[in-house]
C-alpha cells in the first residue's frame, strides 16, 4: 500500500511539472515575462544548443524578445512530453513568419517550421536548469540562407 501511494504522489509531481512547463512556453508565446519569470527559479542557466555561451534568465528575454520583433506570429505546438521525476522532456513544432530583420537576416516574409527538443528540470513549481536543443540549420535555410564552406573545395 505505501508502495502504490509513493507511485501516485511521483505521478502527481510528474504531472504538476508537465503543467510548469507547458506554463513556460504559453508565456513565451504570450510574451508575459513577468509570468516566465515565475515560473523560472532565480539564477537559472539555460543551456543552449550551439556554440554560444549559456543564457542566463535576462539575456533570453533579450533574445526572445528581438525572435517576436522579427517574427510576431512566432508559436509553439506541444507535440510530445515526458515527465520522469523532476525532469520533462518536451518536442515542440515552432511556427512563424519572417516580418522583420533577425541577426543580420533581412526580412524575408518566409514561412517558417522547426523543431525544439527541450529537457527542464522543475523543483518546487519553477524551473531550475533548462536545455534547448533545436533545428537552427533548417529554420535559416527556410528563411534563404545557404550554408557553403568557407574555403572551396579542392
Known sequence: MAELEKFKAQAKLEEQNQIVVRQ???????QDYARLRDLLAPGIVIHYSGPQEDLTYD???QFIGAFYKA??????AVEDVFAKGN???????QKATQKGELEGVPFTGNKIEYYQITIMEV???????WWI???NLG?????????KPKVPMK
Do not use: C, N, T, W
Not at 71 to 76: G, K, T
Not at 87 to 93: C, K, S
Not at 123 to 129: A, F, M, P, R
Open 71 to 76: 517574427f510576431p506570429d512566432y508559436s509553439h
Open 87 to 93: 525532469r520533462v522532456a518536451i518536442r515542440i513544432l
Open 139 to 147: 529554420m535559416y535555410q527556410q528563411l534563404g540562407m545557404e550554408l
Open 133 to 135: 536543443v533545436e533545428d
Open 59 to 61: 539575456a533570453a528575454a
Open 123 to 129: 523543483q518546487d513549481g519553477k524551473v531550475q536548469k
Open 24 to 30: 513556460v512556453f504559453e508565456a513565451i508565446d504570450a
